[in-house]
């Protein structure tokens, strides 16, 4: 296991200790930055995850939404922010979060670390960013 993998996992694995189970995403995004990750770069159905780390990038494959062939869902800006309240809520589970991302016409999401600021991708080209605030974590 390269360090960049090692230092990624012990991030990731101490994030979700201290995780609030509402409004936990920046405490997760500030361990990872804390622990030199840049960027996490996401795509839809597929779960691929890519970590842009100061030790190197990593990819994470995770299980995809769907196999096979089908339609991509209409972008549909409305329905996205409403999945990430009920997210930010702690309402959804990780993989219910991906899914709803999915149907309303997320294929992929940018998290960029150093600007705090994640953005939502649809097929055809729209988008939707949206900020997170900065959050204090004792490492």
């Known amino acids: 296991m ?3 993998v090692e230092k990624l996992m ?3 694995k101490f994030a979700m200790s201290i995780r ?3 409004g936990g995403f920046p405490y997760l995004a500030e361990v990872l930055r804390s622990a030199g990750v840049t960027r996490n770069l996401w ?5 691929q995850s890519v970590y842009l780390t100061k030790e190197g990038p990593v990819v994470f494959q995770g299980t995809p939404l769907l196999t096979g062939s089908s339609d991509i869902p209409k972008f ?3 329905a996205l922010i409403r999945v990430l309240r ?7 589970t990780f993989p219910e979060f991906l899914k709803a991302s999915w149907a309303s016409g997320v294929v992929s999401y940018d998290v960029d ?6 953005t939502y991708f649809g097929a055809l080209g729209e ?4 900020d997170y605030p900065a959050v204090e974590v004792r490492l």
């Open 86 to 92: 009920i997210d930010q809520a702690g309402q959804s």
């Open 113 to 118: 670390l150093e600007n705090r600021k994640v």
């Open 20 to 22: 609030p189970k509402v």
């Open 10 to 12: 012990e991030a990731q």
């Open 43 to 47: 795509q839809l159905p597929s779960c």
């Open 2 to 4: 390269s360090k960049a």
């Open 76 to 78: 549909d800006r409305e």
């Open 127 to 130: 988008s939707y960013i949206e």
